[in-house]
């Protein structure tokens, strides 16, 4: 298994642009979360899908973050305009369970610095 | 809601010895437990997890104790490697889904 996998590995974007980070989920994942890391933060939850649904968005900053899952392998996190007090490390993960209580399993992240 | 918050940011330990990284949860109804390690540019990783009707789980070379009196956690490691070397995090969850993580610890193991 390739694990969670995340692209861009790195995104260097200038203020106002839209930025779209990718994420697919391990295979039979069923959840997805999407997590924000700053050294300010730490690790903050952004939005959660159970089966492509997103349950909780109350994470999302704002309505500058928009996230989707059109199918069971795919989800994207879309920012516009970006900021740069949106730089941070952004994190996939998926689980088995709805409840998460199999220990997630992370992706590698995207790096975004908003210049 | 839950926080979590670690008792300490840095820790440095000598190759060989044994590290200990505590962890304090407010939350009394958290029922899951999790210990990640995250390596520079790198995901947090899964080391051990623990459910609250347990106190003490084993690993390799891992061991993480659950005192829910107290509500304490804490993650050992026995003969720390310098492959150890990493940013620790513990993480509670209550309810659905949502982990709440604490700060992590960096732990730093000299040769």
């Known amino acids: 298994d390739a694990g969670v996998i995340q692209s861009p590995r790195h995104e260097v974007t200038e203020m106002g642009q839209e930025v779209t980070l990718r994420c697919k989920p391990i295979?039979?994942?069923?959840?997805l979360f999407w997590y924000r890391q700053t050294m300010m933060r730490g690790l903050e939850l952004l939005i959660y899908?159970?089966?492509?649904?997103?349950?909780?968005d109350s994470g999302m900053p704002e309505d500058r973050f928009s996230a989707k899952m059109p199918n069971a392998s795919f989800s994207t996190l879309k920012i516009q305009p970006s900021e740069p007090r949106d730089s941070a490390v952004y994190f996939c993960?998926?689980?088995?369970?709805?409840?998460?209580?199999?220990?997630?399993?992370f992706g590698s992240g995207t790096r975004l610095t908003v210049v | 809601g839950e926080s979590v918050g670690l008792h300490l940011p840095t820790l440095s330990v000598q190759e060989g010895d044994n590290s200990i990284i505590n962890c304090a949860y407010s939350?009394?109804?958290?029922?899951?437990f999790i210990w990640y390690k995250q390596e520079s540019g790198k995901g947090p990783q899964f080391i051990i997890d623990?459910?609250?009707?347990?106190d003490k789980r084993q690993g390799q070379r891992v061991t993480v104790l659950l005192n829910k009196t107290v509500k304490h956690l804490s993650l050992q490691i026995a003969a720390t490697q310098p492959g150890d070397s990493a940013v620790y995090f513990c993480?509670?969850?209550?309810?659905?889904?949502?982990?709440?993580f604490g700060a992590g610890t960096t732990v730093t193991v000299r040769a």
């Open positions: 899908f159970n089966n492509n649904v997103p349950i909780d």
């Open positions: 295979s039979g994942h069923n959840s």
């Open positions: 623990i459910r609250s009707n347990m």
């Open positions: 993480a509670a969850l209550s309810g659905d889904y949502k982990l709440s």
């Open positions: 993960a998926s689980s088995t369970e709805r409840q998460g209580r199999d220990g997630y399993t």
């Open positions: 939350n009394s109804a958290s029922d899951y």
